[in-house]
């Protein structure tokens, strides 16, 4: 598969073959999904809590007599049912972590790569080194692409600080380095942008 190289002006420099065993891979969006869910599921702190009615401080004493007052009995005053009471079925603190084989974590980046390329979502630039920490200056460059309104994801290598850090305030603008990029990342962009670094560096790491 043959796509364009455009520079920085958003001029066409020329074009580069994608390898098949990365961005011609059939996609398995059913693979995508199951890797999305393990993936947002690992994010998770899983810190909420709140007390039951055995941790609520106080209500050691019977508020009144069981029988002769006329009104419910009750034992505590920290029941779920009063006011300051215990909650019922509440949160605890818990680990979502689970595993994910990294044959299939594999086959679902590869996937969600293949799905960009073949949808025509998949944009490849000669480079985007900036000279200055500059936000104007990457809009800049986005708008000559046409891509300025787009969700984005940049994927680049080695070392590029301006770049990283004029990105900073784009909302809509994510980077990562190639290798490191995963299939969350990749389906929730828009548009995927991969300069030639970038793009030698994954054909070096996952082509077959």
């Known amino acids: 598969m043959e796509v364009k190289v455009y520079n920085k002006e958003g001029s066409e420099v020329g074009t580069v ?11 398995n969006p059913v693979l995508v999904h199951q890797y999305i869910v393990n993936y947002l599921a690992n994010q998770r702190q899983g810190t909420g809590s709140a007390k039951g009615r055995s941790e609520v ?10 029988k002769g007052t006329g009104r419910a009995r009750a034992g505590s005053t920290r029941s779920p049912l009063w006011r ?8 605890t603190p818990r680990q979502y972590y689970s595993k994910f084989p990294r044959k299939m974590k594999r086959a679902a980046l590869l996937s969600a790569l293949s799905d960009k390329a073949q949808s025509a979502r998949l944009t490849i630039v000669d480079d985007l080194s900036l000279g200055e920490i500059k936000t104007k200056a990457l809009v800049s460059i986005l708008d000559k692409l046409g891509l ?11 070392e590029n600080q301006n770049l990283t850090m004029s990105i900073r305030n784009l909302k809509k603008i994510e980077y990562s380095r190639a290798i490191l990029a995963n299939a969350y990342e990749i389906v929730n962009a828009e548009v995927l942008i991969i300069t030639k670094a970038g793009l ?6 996952f082509a077959s």
């Open 200 to 205: 030698s560096k994954i054909e070096e790491v």
């Open 57 to 66: 401080s106080g209500g050691g004493v019977k508020p009144w007599r069981q």
């Open 148 to 158: 300025v309104e787009r969700k984005c994801l940049i994927l680049d290598e080695g």
């Open 84 to 91: 300051k009471g215990g909650i019922i079925f509440g949160p």
């Open 17 to 27: 073959t994608l390898s098949e065993s990365i961005f011609g891979v059939q996609p």
